[in-house]
């Protein structure tokens, strides 16, 4: 009988861990949005699929200066996430509301100095890749810590999708779009 009782008890309660989410929509949005902010790379490696994501994890260079830069852009970062909606597709759908700072003329200034750098040095012997590479960075800088200082808002509102998972979960789909909101535009100026 005891036997029986102690069966019966572990399948109720598996029955009912199956049936229940363990993490809500909203707290999945957040914890890639903090990532973001806090370039957590852990969490973001999660997200690679995304070009843009790739590059904050993955790009190569000086790390002192990548660090400034990924900082620069997302150290204002604000976000406030609304209620979950369900879909009939089982997906559920979020609204983020996006304010940072305006970095969408970064690349405006960027590409110009940059092509400027070149020119000047093209002849000079001193465009090895290595080289090309830091100077870029450095100039990415400059132009991130410039629009730090204009102190231009940006903001921006962004719908998400979540589709749950098997694992009684939610995986985040990170769009271009989510990515350029919470960029301050910085890849709108890409274009």
Do not use: Q, W
Not at 42 to 66: H, P, Q, R, S
């Amino acid at each position: 009988m005891k036997k029986k009782l102690l069966i019966m008890i572990t399948l109720l309660m598996l029955f009912s861990l199956a049936s229940c989410t363990f993490e809500k929509p909203e707290d999945k949005a957040a914890a890639f949005l903090d990532a973001v902010k806090t370039d957590n790379t852990e969490v973001l490696k999660g997200y690679v699929d995304n070009k843009y994501v790739n590059i904050l994890v993955n790009a190569t260079g000086d790390k002192k200066t990548l660090a400034a830069i990924k900082k620069g852009i997302f150290k204002n970062l604000e976000y406030s996430v609304s209620a979950a909606e369900k879909n009939e597709d089982g997906s559920v759908t979020l609204k983020v509301n996006v304010k940072n700072l305006d970095f969408s003329e970064v690349m405006k200034d960027y590409d110009a100095e940059s092509y400027s750098y070149v020119i000047d040095n093209l002849y000079a012997g001193k465009l090895n890749r290595k080289h090309l590479n830091e100077k870029s960075l450095k100039i990415l800088l400059k132009a991130v810590k410039e629009a730090l200082k204009e102190k231009k808002k940006y903001s921006k509102e962004v719908v998400v999708t979540l589709k749950e998972n098997d694992h009684n979960a939610y995986d985040l789909i990170v769009t271009d779009k989510l990515m350029d909101a919470l960029s301050g535009g910085f890849i709108s100026g890409l274009k």
